[in-house]
C-alpha cells in the first residue's frame, strides 16, 4: 500500500465571518474566503507499506494518526486530497471486503459470549459458498490463533455485565476483523487500556498475523514500551499533520542522531520519538543553531518542531523513503483477490435476516425475559384489575370510571415503551454503523430482523397484560371486545416508540450532520420508520 501528499481539512462551519476569524485566529487556523474556518488536519504526508509488514503510526495526541489511519480504510470522505493505492490501485468499494478496521473502542454485543460473536459475524461476512461447518471450522482456527480458548465461552460483557478482560476483547475484535481474511488490517490504538504485557502480546500476535498470511498491518500506537517498538517493522511520524520520519523503525535513532537530536540519558526510542515531535527536548541534545538568541521555550519548540517537518520534506525530496515509492502498473494478486470476494457475494437477504434474527435474539433474550419487565407488567394488571374490580357500565358515572381505566392502560403502555426505547437509538447505532460500513448485511434485513424480534415482547407483555386486566375489570365479554382493546393497546405501544426514536432523531441531528455518511443517513432511516424494540437495554 502506498499514499503521497495525503492532505485532510474539515471545515468547522462558523457562519458568521467575525466568528470564525476570531476562532481562527485564536487557534492558527486558515480561514476560507467564505467565512468559515478550516482545520487543516493533514499536511501531505507520504509512505508506504508492504505485505507482511506493521506500520505503526505515532505522534502526539492530536496529530492526526486516527484521521490517516481512517482515510488509508476509505472511512473518510471530503476534503482529502493526495493519492492512495491499494496494491497499485486507487480505493473503490470492492476492496473495502480485503480490509479489515479494528476501532479504538471495541464494538461488540455485550450479551454475546466470544465464539457467538465470531460464529454470527462469520456466518454474515462469509461467501456462501462455504458450508456452516467451514465457517465454523474457520472461527475456531481464529480462536486458536489469538489465544481465546480459555474465554471462548465467556461474554463480551459491557458497563452492567461482567465479560472478558480488556485484552481478550481487543483479540475478539481483531478476530472479527481477521474473519475475512483482509490483505490490510488497520487498528487504531489497539494497545490502549492495556498492561505493557497484555500489549506486549498482542504486538506478538499482530507480527505473527502479518508475518504468517502477509498480511499488510497499520496500527496507531501511543507509547509503545522499547521491546513492542521493535516489533514494528515500518514507522511514520507525525507531528501537526506532518511527518517528520517515514522508514524502518530501527532506522529511526540513527536518522534523528545523523540530524543531530541524540538522547543523553537512556530513553524507550518511543518517549524520544514523541518529545522529538512535540519539540519537548529536555535530556536530549539538539543542533546548535535551534538555541541561536536564546528562544523562550515556546518558541524553541515551534523551531524545534519546523526544523524537523523541513529535514522531513528535503529527505523525501532527495529520494528518501519519505514518500511513496513509484508504483508498479501490474495489478496484485491481491486486488484480483479483492474483485473475486466482491462477486462472491456473501449470504443471500433471506440468510441475513435468518442470522441476524437469531443473534438479535439472543443478544437481547436477557431483556425480553426480564423478571421485573414481567413483575411490573403482571403487577400493574392486578392492581388495576383490584381497583377496577368487575367494573360496571349501568350508568354515565361507571361509565366515565372505566374510562378512567382505559387512561390508565394508555399512560402505562405509553411511558413504559417511551422509557425503555430512550436506550435504544445511542446502543444501536454503533453496532449498525459499524457493520453497514463493513457492507455485512443490508439494512432492510436488519429492519426486519429487529422488528420481529422485538415484536415478541412487544405482544407477549400486552396480551398478559390484557388477561388479566380485562377479565378482573370486567370488560366486555366478547372475543372482537377483546381483540380491539389488545390491537389498541399494541398499537400505542408501537407508536410511542416512535415518537422516542423521532425525538432522539431531532436532538441528535446536528452531532449526526457533523459527520453523516451514507451508512449514517441509512440508520436514521430505520429510526424514523419505528423500529421495535425493548424496554431497557443492559450493556
Ligand atoms: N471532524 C472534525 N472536526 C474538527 N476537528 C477534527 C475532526 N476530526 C479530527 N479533528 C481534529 O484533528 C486533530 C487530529 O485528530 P486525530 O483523532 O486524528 O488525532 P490523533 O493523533 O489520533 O489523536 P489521539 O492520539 O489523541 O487519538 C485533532 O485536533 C482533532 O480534534
Known sequence: MQFENVEYKVKLGAKNPLTAAKVAFASHMRVDHG???????LKGIGGSVDPGEILAL??????????????????????????ITYNDTPYSPCLKRRMGFVTQDDVLFPQLTVEETLVFAAFLRLPARMSKQQKRDRVDAIIAELNLERCRHTKI??????????????????????????????????????????????????????????????????QPSSRMFHMFDKLLLISEGHAIYHGKARDCMHHFSSLGFTPEIPMNPAEFLLDLATGNLEDISVPGLLRDGSPAPQEFRSRVVAYLQAKYRDHAGD?????????????????????????DRSINWFQQFVVLSRRTFRERAADYLDKMRLAQAVGVALLLGLLWWKSQTGNEAQLRDQVGLIFYICIFWTSSSLFGSVYVFPFEKLYLV???????????????????????????????????????ADLRRTVPCFC????????????????????????????????????????????????????????
Request: glycine share 12%; aromatic share 6%.
Open 58 to 83: 505515532m505522534g502526539p495526541s492530536g496529530s492526526g494518526k486516527t484521521t490517516l489511519l481512517k482515510i488509508l480504510g476509505g472511512r473518510l470522505g471530503g476534503a482529502v486530497k493526495g493519492q
Open 434 to 472: 459499524k457493520e453497514r460500513k463493513a457492507d455485512m448485511y443490508r439494512l432492510s434485513a436488519y429492519y426486519a430482523s429487529s422488528t420481529l424480534c422485538d415484536a415478541v415482547p412487544h405482544v407477549v407483555y400486552p396480551v398478559l397484560f390484557m388477561a388479566i386486566l380485562y377479565f378482573m
Open 319 to 343: 529520494g528518501g523513503e519519505g514518500q511513496a515509492k513509484q508504483p508498479a502498473r501490474r495489478p496484485g494478486e491481491q486486488l484480483r483477490l479483492a474483485i473475486r470476494m466482491r462477486k
Open 157 to 222: 460483557g459491557g458497563a452492567f455485565v461482567r465479560g472478558v478482560s480488556g485484552g481478550e476483547r481487543k483479540r475478539t475484535s481483531i478476530g472479527y476483523e481477521i474473519l475475512v481474511d483482509p490483505s490490510l488490517l488497520l487498528l487504531d490504538e489497539p494497545t490502549s487500556g492495556l498492561d505493557s504485557t497484555s500489549a506486549s502480546k498482542l504486538i506478538v500476535i499482530l507480527q505473527r498475523l502479518a508475518k504468517s498470511t502477509r498480511r499488510t498491518i497499520i496500527t496507531t500506537i501511543h
Open 35 to 41: 467565512g468559515s474556518s478550516c482545520k487543516h488536519i
Open 484 to 539: 380491539l382493546t389488545l390491537l389498541a393497546t399494541l398499537l400505542i405501544v408501537f407508536t410511542s416508540q416512535v415518537r422516542t426514536y423521532l425525538l432522539f432523531l431531532f436532538l441528535s441531528m446536528p452531532a449526526v450532520t457533523s459527520t453523516a455518511n451514507g451508512d449514517e443517513m441509512g440508520v436514521r432511516s430505520v429510526i424514523i420508520r419505528g423500529r421495535g424494540s425493548c424496554w431497557g437495554r443492559r450493556s
